[in-house]
């Protein structure tokens, strides 16, 4: 079946510092993809996403391009920030027909330090 | 209304009752789904609704797991004879066009 992989955590950074959270997924077909937020005690946020093959999605200065090649996502951010400490969650779907809602990865818990 | 409410926040019942979750989408939306979140981990798919009709259950691990959105808005998850291990977030989302989902807060359920 689908599944979304991504870099395990916690990943500790200082404030304005380069971000990378990797993304990888395995599916049938050419997904949607998306990255999700939470903040602390707040619900699952759209960060960004992207519908087809090399597509950038971006968003509060965070960037993400569909990669078809290497089935991949990466997040990234050139300057974190303390208010960036989220949980971060990589996700696909095939909305439209067939088999629909979001496969997620497990998260990445991003935390910055000032 | 203005995002996907879901009640109650929390909920803490003891093992063997049931409980009904509820999720109230965003005005309009025609897809709602139910998802389940363990600590740790990345929300999974429990099933989901195109108006009033369930489309896909399979995600739901059991049967006494079920839900219904009877007149194509609010849906409720029920989870009959509660056990330890459904204590988890439960979430719901609305959406109109399959690439934009809206989440609720969530709601906390800890069975004891």
């Known amino acids: 079946g689908d599944s979304v992989t991504q870099m395990e955590g916690p990943v500790t950074l200082s404030e304005e510092a380069f971000l990378t959270i990797n993304c990888t997924y395995t599916?049938?077909?050419?997904?949607?993809l998306f990255w999700y937020v939470q903040y602390p005690g707040e619900g699952l946020q759209l960060l960004l996403k992207a519908t087809k093959a090399d597509d950038k999605g971006s968003n509060k200065g965070f960037e993400a391009t569909y990669r078809k090649e290497t089935t991949s996502f990466h997040l990234e951010k050139g300057s974190v920030q303390v208010s960036d400490s989220a949980v971060y969650f990589c996700a696909l779907t095939f909305g439209g027909g067939g088999a629909d809602g979001l496969t997620f990865g497990k998260g990445t818990h991003l935390i910055i330090q000032p | 209304g203005a995002g996907v409410s879901q009640s109650p926040r929390y909920k803490v019942t003891k093992r063997g009752q049931d409980v009904a979750l509820r999720c109230d989408p965003i005005s309009g939306h025609v897809s709602l789904y139910w998802y389940r979140q363990a600590l740790g981990q990345g929300p999974e798919f429990l099933t989901y609704f195109n108006y009033e009709a369930q489309q896909d259950k399979s995600g739901l691990p059991n049967d006494r797991f079920s839900a219904e959105r009877p007149e194509g808005s609010i849906s409720t998850l029920t989870i009959q004879r509660t056990e330890q291990r459904d204590s988890a977030m439960y979430r719901c989302?609305?959406?109109?066009?399959?690439?934009?989902?809206?989440f609720g807060s969530g709601t906390r359920l800890t069975v004891v």
């Open positions: 599916a049938t077909g050419y997904p949607s």
């Open positions: 989302a609305s959406s109109l066009e399959r690439t934009d989902y809206t």
